[in-house]
């Protein structure tokens, strides 16, 4: 009877012993699973702030090319009004 009391315990023992090693299965497996979802979240975010630094060299481009043309048009706005000027004068 002792023996059977002692195998019994030890049945209980182990059957405690994996159902830790299954929690801990359960939550490694969870780690795991928040882990590559983070990973596929940085993926994402790294792609939007290339994107986004795209889109933001574009805008500056954009920015100086219409500077350029202001430019432009401003001095040619000034050589006609000198024309004009000039015109007036004669």
Do not use: G, N
Not at 20 to 45: C, G, I, T
Not at 53 to 67: C, I, T, Y
């Amino acid at each position: 009877m002792a023996t059977s009391q002692a195998q019994k315990d030890y049945a209980d023992k182990v059957k405690r012993q994996q159902a830790q090693l299954d929690a801990y299965d359960q939550q490694s497996k969870h780690a795991e699973e928040q882990l590559q979802a983070q990973a596929a979240m940085q993926k994402r975010a790294d792609s939007l702030l290339v994107l986004q630094e795209q889109l933001l060299k574009r805008q500056r481009d954009d920015f100086a090319r219409f500077e350029k043309i202001l430019d432009t048009w401003e001095h040619q706005q000034t050589q006609y009004q000198k024309y004009l000027d000039s015109l007036e004068k004669k």
